[in-house]
């Protein structure tokens, strides 16, 4: 089992940065993945960054390419993400969830075993 916690999320302008954490806990894995994905009212689950635990490979949606970071602090067993220059398009509940099947880096939900509980990101115009 893992548990993940996310923490970070808030009301922010358009043009603002937050920083959202993932806080993992129980069972570690050392080739397994962190990825954030998020969720609008009325719109799927989509994918934003990845980061495999070991060597810190990371990959990320288009959208969000250039403005939003992952990162990861292996004393502390959290994943972060930097988000700058925020848009009203970014406004969602965002989820972390752990890969712990290995293999290659994976961008589709239904391949993550375990996920947080979701912190909401609202940007406003």
């Known amino acids: 089992q893992v548990q993940l916690v996310e923490s970070g999320g808030g009301l922010v302008q358009a043009g603002g940065s937050l920083r959202l954490s993932c806080a993992a806990s129980g069972r570690t894995f050392s080739n397994y993945a962190i990825g954030w994905f998020r969720q609008a009212p009325g719109k799927e689950r989509e994918f934003v960054a990845v980061i495999r635990w070991s060597g810190a490979r990371t990959y990320y949606a288009d959208s969000v390419k250039g403005r939003f970071t992952i990162s990861r602090d292996n004393a502390k067993n959290t994943v972060y993400v930097q988000m700058n220059s925020l848009e009203p398009e970014d406004t969602a509940v965002y989820y972390c969830?752990?890969?712990?099947?290995?293999?290659?880096?994976?961008?589709?939900?239904?391949?993550?075993?375990?996920w947080g509980q979701g912190t909401q990101v609202t940007v406003s115009s």
């Open positions: 969830a752990a890969d712990v099947g290995g293999g290659e880096i994976k961008t589709t939900a239904r391949w993550y075993d375990y």
